[in-house]
C-alpha cells in the first residue's frame, strides 16, 4: 500500500513504506514513554503506541498507578497506511518537533483521558542494538532503540479527578524501538530450548541531571555472563561520555526481589569512578495491563477487532495479581544521586529464576 511516506526519500528496501523487509510475523516499530510526579514520588503512568505491519494491527496503551491500583486503557484496531497520523481510536500522538516534541492525547475514555506534551530535555541517544537468541540460533529480539530524557505538561484525568501536570515536577523518559521481538499471539513452541533457561536479570536506568543525563542498560545471563552493556553520560552540552562496563549492587526487600536502592558504579572518560545511587519510589508494574512479558490480560500486537477499547483495573494487592508481579519487568520511579546532583528518572528493573551475582538461586525468592 502506497502512503504519504512513500514522497519523500527514505526508503530502504525496493517496496512501500508500510511494507517491512522482513517477512517475520514479529516485526514491530513502536514508542514508550514514562511521566513521573518527582515532587511527591507518588503518581506514575506509561503509554505507548505500536504498529505490527505482519499482524495486520495497530494498538496503544495507558497504564496509570495510584496507591495499590493500576488502572490502564487498551485500544486496538487494523492497521492503516497513513503512518504519518498516528492514533488508534481515541489516542493519538502527534510529532510537534521531530527528536523533541511530542504530544500525546487520550480522549477521555472509561473515566481516563490526558493531553500531555513531552519536551526534550536533551538530543536523543542512540542505544547499542538488542539482540536475543533462542538456543543460540534464532533471533527472538533484534531491535534497534533510542531513548531521551524530558519533561511533561499538560492535564491527566482519572475518574473525574484532573492533574495538572507541571513540567518543574513532571519528568520522565521515552524510547522508540523497532525490529523483530515477540508480538500478537503465541507462537508454536517448538523444540524446547537447549539447555533450559534459568534465570534472567535485566536493568534499564535513565536518568537525568541538572548538567547531564545517564542512560544505563544492562542484561544478564543465570550465571552473571553480560549480554548486554550500553552506559552512556550525555552532557547538556552535546558531549556523550562513554561510562564503561558498570558494576551494579541492588538492595532488595527482604523476601522478595523488590529493589528498594541500588548503587552503579561506571567509569568515566578520564577513568575515574562515576556513582549513581537510586532509590526506588512507587512504580508500574509492565505486565499487569502493560502487555509486556507475557502479560495474560494485553499482548502488543493481538488482534482483538475492529475499533477495539476496554478499561481494566488491578488490585496489587489481590492475590491473583500480586502473585505474578514478581515474575516481569517493573518501572520504579528513582530518584539519584551522582556527582553531588539530584537527579530523577527510570529504575526499570526484572530478574527472576537464578542470578548467581545477586544469589537468587532459582524461581523462588532465596537467596544464598
Given at each position: 500500500?502506497?502512503?504519504?511516506?512513500?514522497?519523500y526519500p527514505i526508503h530502504q528496501?525496493?517496496?512501500?513504506?508500510?511494507?517491512?523487509?522482513?517477512?517475520?510475523?514479529?516485526?514491530?516499530?513502536?514508542?514508550?514513554?514514562?511521566?513521573?510526579?518527582?515532587?511527591?514520588?507518588?503518581?506514575?503512568?506509561?503509554?505507548?503506541?505500536?504498529?505490527?505491519?505482519?499482524?495486520?494491527?495497530?494498538?496503544?496503551?495507558?497504564?496509570?498507578?495510584?496507591?495499590?491500583?493500576?488502572?490502564?486503557?487498551?485500544?486496538?484496531?487494523?492497521?492503516?497506511?497513513?503512518?504519518?497520523?498516528?492514533?488508534?481510536?481515541?489516542?493519538?500522538?502527534?510529532?510537534?518537533?521531530?527528536?523533541?516534541?511530542?504530544?500525546?492525547?487520550?480522549?477521555?475514555?472509561?473515566?481516563?483521558?490526558?493531553?500531555?506534551?513531552?519536551?526534550?530535555?536533551?538530543?536523543?541517544?542512540?542505544?547499542?542494538?538488542?539482540?536475543?537468541?533462542?538456543?543460540?540460533?534464532?533471533?527472538?529480539?533484534?531491535?534497534?532503540?533510542?531513548?531521551?530524557?524530558?519533561?511533561?505538561?499538560?492535564?491527566?484525568?482519572?475518574?473525574?479527578?484532573?492533574?495538572?501536570?507541571?513540567?518543574?515536577?513532571?519528568?520522565?523518559?521515552?524510547d522508540r524501538s523497532w525490529g523483530?521481538?515477540?508480538?500478537?499471539?503465541?507462537?508454536?513452541?517448538?523444540?524446547?530450548?537447549?539447555?533450559?533457561?534459568?534465570?534472567?536479570?535485566?536493568?534499564?536506568?535513565?536518568?537525568?541531571?541538572?548538567?547531564?543525563?545517564?542512560?544505563?542498560?544492562?542484561?544478564?545471563?543465570?550465571?552473571?555472563?553480560?549480554?548486554?552493556?550500553?552506559?552512556?553520560?550525555?552532557?547538556?552540552?552535546?558531549?556523550?561520555?562513554?561510562?564503561?562496563?558498570?558494576?551494579?549492587?541492588?538492595?532488595?526487600?527482604?523476601?522478595?526481589?523488590?529493589?528498594?536502592?541500588?548503587?552503579?558504579?561506571?567509569?568515566?572518560?578520564?577513568?575515574?569512578?562515576?556513582?549513581?545511587?537510586?532509590?526506588?519510589?512507587?512504580?508500574?508494574?509492565?505486565?499487569?495491563?502493560?502487555?509486556?512479558?507475557?502479560?495474560?490480560?494485553?499482548?502488543?500486537?493481538?488482534?482483538?477487532?475492529?475499533?477495539?477499547?476496554?478499561?481494566?483495573?488491578?488490585?496489587?494487592?489481590?492475590?491473583?495479581?500480586?502473585?505474578?508481579?514478581?515474575?516481569?519487568?517493573?518501572?520504579?520511579?528513582?530518584?539519584?544521586?551522582?556527582?553531588?546532583?539530584?537527579?530523577?528518572?527510570?529504575?526499570?528493573?526484572?530478574?527472576?529464576?537464578?542470578?548467581?551475582?545477586?544469589?537468587?538461586?532459582?524461581?523462588?525468592?532465596?537467596?544464598?
Open positions: 500500500m502506497i502512503g504519504p511516506l512513500d514522497e528496501a525496493p517496496l512501500p513504506v508500510t511494507r517491512v523487509a522482513s517477512s517475520d510475523r514479529n516485526f514491530y516499530d513502536r514508542c514508550y514513554f514514562n511521566a513521573m510526579d518527582t515532587a511527591s514520588g507518588e503518581h506514575m503512568l506509561v503509554t505507548g503506541l505500536g504498529y505490527y505491519p505482519n499482524l495486520g494491527v495497530k494498538d496503544a496503551y495507558v497504564v496509570v498507578r495510584r496507591g495499590d491500583t493500576q488502572t490502564a486503557v487498551h485500544l486496538s484496531d487494523e492497521i492503516d497506511g497513513n503512518r504519518l497520523d498516528q492514533r488508534v481510536g481515541a489516542y493519538r500522538l502527534e510529532v510537534v518537533e521531530p527528536l523533541q516534541k511530542i504530544r500525546l492525547v487520550l480522549e477521555e475514555t472509561d473515566g481516563i483521558g490526558m493531553d500531555l506534551t513531552w519536551e526534550g530535555s536533551g538530543p536523543v541517544v542512540q542505544e547499542l542494538p538488542h539482540l536475543m537468541l533462542a538456543s543460540d540460533v534464532r533471533p527472538t529480539l533484534d531491535a534497534q532503540r533510542f531513548a531521551q530524557l524530558g519533561s511533561w505538561s499538560g492535564t491527566l484525568l482519572v475518574d473525574g479527578e484532573e492533574t495538572e501536570v507541571d513540567p518543574a515536577s513532571w519528568m520522565g523518559s521515552r523483530i521481538r515477540p508480538v500478537g499471539e503465541a507462537e508454536p513452541a517448538g523444540r524446547p530450548q537447549d539447555p533450559p533457561m534459568e534465570g534472567f536479570w535485566w536493568l534499564y536506568v535513565p536518568l537525568r541531571f541538572d548538567d547531564f543525563s545517564v542512560v544505563v542498560i544492562i542484561q544478564e545471563r543465570h550465571d552473571g555472563f553480560r549480554t548486554l552493556n550500553d552506559a552512556t553520560r550525555i552532557w547538556n552540552d552535546g558531549r556523550v561520555e562513554q561510562l564503561g562496563w558498570p558494576q551494579v549492587e541492588i538492595d532488595y526487600l527482604p523476601g522478595t526481589r523488590h529493589p528498594t536502592r541500588a548503587r552503579i558504579t561506571g567509569t568515566g572518560a578520564e577513568g575515574k569512578p562515576v556513582v549513581i545511587e537510586v532509590e526506588t519510589r512507587t512504580n508500574v508494574v509492565l505486565h499487569v495491563g502493560g502487555g509486556y512479558g507475557g502479560d495474560p490480560d494485553w499482548t502488543h500486537g493481538q488482534w482483538k477487532g475492529p475499533a477495539f477499547t476496554e478499561r481494566v483495573t488491578y488490585d496489587l494487592n489481590a492475590p491473583d495479581v500480586a502473585g505474578r508481579v514478581p515474575f516481569g519487568v517493573i518501572d520504579h520511579c528513582g530518584r539519584a544521586t551522582c556527582d553531588g546532583q539530584v537527579g530523577h528518572g527510570l529504575f526499570e528493573h526484572g530478574t527472576f529464576g537464578r542470578h548467581d551475582p545477586t544469589g537468587f538461586v532459582d524461581w523462588s525468592n532465596e537467596r544464598r
